[in-house]
Nanobody, 127 residues
Framework: QVQLVESGGGSVQAGGSLTLSCAASGYSDSNNKPVKMGWFRQAPGKEREGVAAIYTGSGNTYYADSVKGRFTISQDNAKNTVYLQMNSLQPEDTAMYYC?????????????????WGQGTQVTVSS
């Protein structure tokens, strides 16, 4: 059974940085290994939105316009871990952040294109 465990969330002041980690386990064989890994976030009263994604084979990365130039997604295949380095954090980045893995090549920003989700880690940015 695939499990995704996020860590690294916390509270920071505006302009600060955090690095989120997502450790994946339970990929029994190559048939259920993900094609892409994504980070999503959801603030209270808002829909879940895609933040960044990385295609595990090519290493290609994609970002929401709101985080381009500030966030960086990366992967360590040996550790089955994906990271989200977040710099220049702003209060509007405050949300629960979720890691997700997907076995489809569909649009990275759509939650329905992901098969497994972590439990989330809270990021709070104060002004």
């Amino acid at each position: 059974q695939v499990q995704l465990v996020e860590s690294g969330g916390g509270s920071v002041q505006a302009g600060g940085s955090l690095t989120l980690s997502c450790a994946a386990s339970g990929y029994s064989d190559s048939n259920n290994k993900p094609v892409k890994m994504g980070w999503f976030r959801q603030a209270p009263g808002k829909e879940r939105e895609g933040v960044a994604a990385i295609y595990t084979g090519s290493g290609n990365t994609y970002y929401a316009d709101s985080v381009k130039g500030r966030f960086t997604i990366s992967q360590d295949n040996a550790k089955n871990t994906v990271y989200l380095q977040m710099n220049s954090l702003q209060p509007e980045d405050t949300a629960m952040y979720y890691c997700a893995s997907g076995r489809k090549f569909g649009g990275w920003v759509l939650p329905e294109n992901y098969n497994y989700w972590g439990q989330g880690t809270q990021v709070t940015v104060s002004s």
